[in-house]
């Protein structure tokens, strides 16, 4: 669904990607991990078509994103991290945006909008900005589009709206949609995406499955002292260790994201070797 090859972007002076490929699959939820300021937002601006890359090209759905044709528009949207929303009620919003999303479904939003607790009648402009956020999203995800981008979507939302998150976009997934969400809020992607993609320094440090990582790496906490010696990353608690740690033994363990970007952003080298193995 989307290839990018040698992906080159600068502002001015400030590189932020020299050189990056990857390939992107429908049927999957991407989850972008990365400092503020890395090129998160960047990236999805790019494949959305409202950034150029300097170098190199990028084709989404067959389409070159930045000659936004209307047969592209129509089946991506992007929730951004800052938007701004009329002053209009939530219907009158829908009844002029939902036309030029042939898979928009009202209904779906409004379900949507309700799972949230947003009154119905309310108008944008008396929201906060959580509950504006709340509503982009609910239509973003009601859009029903290929390409869903999602620019730190949990930004603004307390901790029972982001598990309403969670719960939304996996039930709006499927084979032939690709999602993708940026965040630096780790924690907030847990139990959600199924590959993860972690960005630092101009590059693309990490991108794996979960299944991979599970089968590559093992989490646990341990209270010996002798497991730190071969660890790939620790990390003490107030009793024993976090420890990350190559799975020669093909043990199961649960993945924590959190830790597993530390990791990477520690020794990336090393973790790539892993990886590659």
């Given amino acids: 669904m989307i290839s990018i090859e ?115 009648h309310s108008t944008l402009q008396a929201m906060s900005y959580g509950q504006k956020k709340k509503v982009l999203i609910s239509f973003g995800l009601a859009t029903n589009v290929s390409l869903l981008l999602m620019d730190e979507p949990g930004n603004g939302l307390d901790i029972v709206s982001k598990g309403q998150l969670r719960k939304m976009v996996a039930g709006a997934a499927d084979e032939h949609k690709c999602i993708l969400i940026s965040s630096h809020q780790v924690k907030d992607l847990e139990n959600l995406i199924d590959e993860v993609l972690i960005i630092d320094d101009t590059r693309i440090l990490l991108k794996q499955s979960l299944e991979t990582i599970a089968a590559k790496l093992s989490f646990k906490i341990s209270f010996d002292p002798t497991d730190l010696v071969g660890a790939l990353y620790s990390e003490p608690l107030l009793r024993g260790n976090t420890v990350v740690t190559p799975n020669t033994e093909g043990e199961e363990s649960n993945i924590d994201l959190e830790i597993l970007y530390k990791a990477a952003m520690a020794d990336p080298e090393k973790m790539q070797a892993i990886m590659m193995d």
């Fill in 6 to 120: 040698n992906l080159h972007f600068a502002y001015s002076k400030n590189r932020v990607f020299n050189g990056i490929s990857t390939q992107l699959q429908p049927g999957h939820i991407y989850g972008i991990l990365g400092k503020n300021g890395t090129g998160k937002s960047t990236l999805l601006h790019i494949i959305s078509g409202l950034l150029f890359p300097t170098e190199g090209t990028i084709t989404v759905m067959g389409f070159t994103p930045g000659k936004r044709h209307p047969s592209f528009l129509r089946d991506i949207f992007m929730v951004p991290e800052e938007f701004h929303l009329p002053n209009i009620s939530i219907a009158d919003y829908i009844d002029l945006n939902g036309p030029f999303y042939p898979k928009f479904n009202r209904q779906q939003f409004f379900d949507y909008v309700r799972g949230f607790g947003i009154p119905e």
